[in-house]
Every structure is written in structure tokens, then in C-alpha cells.
């Protein structure tokens, strides 16, 4: 059924009010609010019509009204104007939050979810590139002390990463070079998982290899896809959510959510899932379909390093959150990753 322009106007007042008090919403504190021009009487029987039509219920007798998920979904849909304040302007995040993290991965994941989390007051996500399928540019060995070696492993998007392995005590600086060069013309352009298999295989064709310098080539190459990280997800803001009235009340919602966060395989499915989809994605309640966060909404993004996908990320908060606020943020935020990704490939 089509809702008329006068009940589409109600219906989002009462999820602004909502969003707002966090409690059920009367007709009196819409004609308070809001000047429709309507009485009391007139809001309640439209009110009345929305909730039989799916979008508000009444958690109690003679309460007010909430949102259901289809009443959000409206609201987000059709109803929304979406903010767009100066604080997600690109050159402002950059010199804030991610300007001084663009050289280590790792920091400018987390950063990136701090950032979410402290912008929308919620909890920020950000599942980083998944390792084993990016494409390796090139390897580079540096000796740092006897038996430790540093390692710079760059990716075909531009992922830098670095670490400290063991290695052979007896190798030097000049044949770790030449191990880089030769691992980087046999290798390049490969995906990890794809080296991984071809050193296996050339390992078992060469066991009896008498070449001291390659046989250390392909261990040291070994000893690299060996220590590879898994697939990373941030998470930073958690609390909260948990200190806000529609959970801080309910001791059983909490456990549910603590539980998600802390297991992380719920959040960790969604986003995979996400990958699929490129642009903004959004979630609310019972949508999500999945055990622990059905109280809670989504907004996701994925985020790019050239044109291949790379992750995603994005905010974990109420049903009523503010959408507004919520998705320029983090369409904003993909974008600007997308940047700083493509930045430091170039």
C-alpha cells in the first residue's frame, strides 16, 4: 500500500524522535515536535495505520511507538536527507586521522576503524585485504643481525608489509639480494596461494639440488608464505554500543552482541559476504539474518586498491542509528581508503 505524503511525514518524524529518545513515541510529542498542522487525535489514528501497516509497533500497551525494521527501511529508503558536514571532507580526515599511516597497512587499517567508531559514536569495522589472494609486486630481504631477516613484501595494490623472520645465520646481505631478485622474476604477478603451491612443488623437484644458493631460495620464499597473516578484522568502539539504553537495559541483548564481537566469525561472515556487492550496503535488524546482531544495523562499504576490491569496512550500531550521519561517513571513509591504497601503489 501507498503511503500518503501526510503518513510518509509522520513516519519519519517518529523515527527521528526515536533515533533521538531512544523510548516509544506519542502523538503528543510528534504535535509538540513537529508542525504538522495535525491534533493529537489525527497523529494517533495515523500512527495507528502505520503500525498496522508493518512500520511502527507498540512494545507496551498504551506506550508509544518504535520503528520496526520495515519502518527504518522506509525511512532510509525514501525518507532520508542525508548529512553531509564538513568533518568527512577528505583533506580533513587525511590530516587528522590517516595522513601519517599511509607507509604501514596495519596502522592505517586500524586507524581507519578508530576513525569510524570516533566519528559515528558507534563501532567501527574493517576487514583487511585478505593476504593469501593479493599479488605479489616484489620481495625484498635486509639483513638485519645474524639468523634475522627483515622482509618487504609488496603487493600489485600496493601493500606494504614488513616483518622479521627467521633465517639462515650464515647468509649475507649480497645473497639475500640476489634471493630477492631471483624469487621476484620467478614469482611476480602471482598470488600467494599460487607461490605457495609452485615453491612446494619446485622443493620436491629439487631435493637433491646442489645449488646451496637457490636451495636456500626457495626455503627462505617458504618461510615467508609460511608466516603469512591470516585474513584481519578490526573492531574498535564496542563499548559503545553496549552503553546505550536499548542494551545497557536488557542484560541478554548484551551478552548476545558481547559475545559477537568477541568471536567475531558473525562479523567476519558479513563482510565476506559484502565483498561481492561494491558500494554502500546497509543492514537493519532482522535483515541481517544472522545470530547475535539482529538488535543492530549495518552500514558497509567496500574499498578498492586500483579496480580490484581490496575489503571492507564500515559501522556496527542501534537500529536507530543515524543513518544520516552514518552513511555519507562511511562512504566517505571507502573513498578516501580507496585513495590512500591507490596512493601508495602509485
Known amino acids: 500500500m501507498e503511503l500518503s505524503e501526510r503518513s510518509r511525514s509522520i513516519l519519519k518524524a517518529i523515527v527521528l524522535s526515536y533515533i533521538e529518545k531512544a523510548s516509544p513515541i506519542g502523538s503528543q510529542t510528534v504535535t509538540q515536535s513537529y508542525s504538522f498542522g495535525l491534533s493529537p487525535a489525527t497523529i494517533r489514528n495515523i500512527m495507528a495505520e502505520l503500525e498496522d501497516l508493518g512500520y511502527l509497533t507498540q512494545p507496551h500497551t498504551s506506550a508509544g511507538r518504535i520503528p520496526t525494521t520495515k519502518g527504518y527501511r522506509m525511512y532510509v529508503d525514501e525518507l532520508m536527507e542525508m548529512e553531509n558536514p564538513a568533518l568527512f571532507d577528505e583533506e580533513y580526515l587525511i590530516e587528522n586521522y590517516l595522513g601519517t599511516k599511509r607507509e604501514d597497512p596495519h596502522a592505517l587499517f586500524q586507524e581507519t576503524t578508530r576513525m569510524l567508531s570516533l566519528l559515528s559514536h558507534y563501532a567501527g569495522v574493517v576487514l583487511a585485504p585478505k ?9 625484498q630481504f635486509i639483513h638485519l643481525r645474524r639468523g634475522h631477516v627483515l622482509v618487504l613484501q609488496v603487493s600489485k595494490d600496493g601493500l606494504v608489509q614488513h616483518r622479521i623472520i627467521d633465517a639462515d645465520p650464515d647468509l649475507t646481505q649480497k645473497e639475500l639480494t640476489q634471493i630477492s631478485v631471483f624469487l621476484n622474476e620467478k614469482f611476480s604477478g602471482l598470488t600467494l596461494d599460487e607461490i605457495r603451491t609452485r615453491l ?4 620436491r623437484a629439487e631435493k637433491d639440488l ?11 620464499g617458504r618461510r615467508v608464505l609460511e608466516e603469512q597473516p591470516q585474513e584481519e578484522l578490526y573492531v574498535v568502539g564496542t563499548s559503545n554500543i553496549m552503553e ?12 548476545s552482541l558481547f559475545r559477537t564481537f568477541e568471536e567475531k566469525a558473525v562479523i567476519l561472515k558479513l563482510l565476506n559476504h559484502c565483498l561481492e556487492m561494491r558500494g554502500i550496503q546497509i543492514f537493519i535488524g532482522s535483515e541481517n539474518r544472522l545470530t547475535g546482531i539482529e538488535d543492530c544495523s549495518l552500514v558497509v562499504s567496500t574499498y578498492q586498491g586500483g579496480d580490484h576490491v581490496m575489503g571492507t569496512l564500515g559501522v556496527i550500531g542501534p537500529t536507530r542509528m543515524e543513518y544520516a550521519r552514518v552513511i555519507p561517513l562511511v562512504d566517505h571513509t571507502a573513498r578516501l581508503l580507496s585513495r590512500l591504497l591507490e596512493y601508495d601503489r602509485s
Do not use: G
Open 200 to 203: 612446494l612443488d619446485e622443493m
Open 131 to 139: 593476504i593469501s589472494k593479493t599479488r605479489l609486486d616484489r620481495l
Open 210 to 220: 646442489y645449488d646451496r644458493l637457490l636451495q636456500k631460495a626457495l626455503e627462505l
Open 244 to 255: 546505550l539504553p536499548e542494551f545497557a537495559e536488557d542484560l541478554e541483548k548484551m551478552k
